[in-house]
Structures are given as C-alpha cells and as structure tokens.
C-alpha cells in the first residue's frame, strides 16, 4: 500500500513561487509515474505535470516554461516548483501515483491560492 501526502501549498501573490512536496511511503513494484494534477472549483481534476521512469517529463501547457517537476533518487518524493503564478493557476494541488495495473494512488490534496 502507498500512501502520498503533500504540502507545501498556500496563499501567494501572482507573480510569486511555491514549491509543493509530495512524500511517498510504502512500496509498489509496478510504478509508472508520479506527477500533480489539480483541480479548480467547478472543472475536472486535469494534469499539471508528470515523470514517467524512463521517459522526459510531460507539462500542461498553460504550466510550461513556469513549473518544474523534480523528484529524489528513489522515487520516494516528487516536488512541484512552481513560479511566475497567477490566479488561475488557484486550485486543489494532488500528488498521484500511476503503478499500472496496481492503479493510482492520491494524496489528500494541498490548496494553492494566487491572490493579491
């Protein structure tokens, strides 16, 4: 069983920059990807960003050029550098884990508002 839990989130500035930190724990041996995906009040959960073992890292891309996904080592924490916000990049921020045919996993989620 894999449990994610983020944080990192808050009330920000436009223009301004958070960096958003999602732990893992427990194990999996199917991983495929982790990434953040978010969801505003009123839209569907859509996908920010997401690393995929061996493959580059895949963006949004209304995030492109202002987010970078990072992750450690061993695949046991992936971060969300986000810069240059604006107010509707306001949303509920979720870590996912993709372990193909085990399923996805999720974080609770950490709000990110950008308000002046």
């Known amino acids: 069983q894999v449990q994610l839990v983020e944080s990192g989130g808050g009330l920000v500035q436009p223009g301004g920059s958070l960096r958003l930190t999602c732990a893992a724990s427990?194990?999996?041996?199917?991983?495929?990807?982790m990434g953040w995906y978010r969801q505003a009040p009123g839209k569907q959960r859509e996908l920010v960003a997401k690393?995929?073992?061996?493959?580059?890292?895949n963006y949004a891309d209304s995030v492109k050029g202002r987010f970078t996904i990072s992750r450690d080592n061993g695949w046991n924490a992936v971060y969300l550098q986000m810069s240059s916000l604006k107010p509707e990049d306001t949303a509920v921020y979720y870590c996912?884990?993709?372990?193909?045919?085990?399923?996805?996993?999720w974080g609770q989620g950490t709000q990110v508002t950008v308000s002046s």
């Open positions: 996912n884990l993709n372990a193909g045919i085990d399923g996805d996993y």
């Open positions: 427990g194990s999996t041996f199917r991983l495929h990807s």
């Open positions: 690393l995929v073992i061996g493959a580059n890292a």
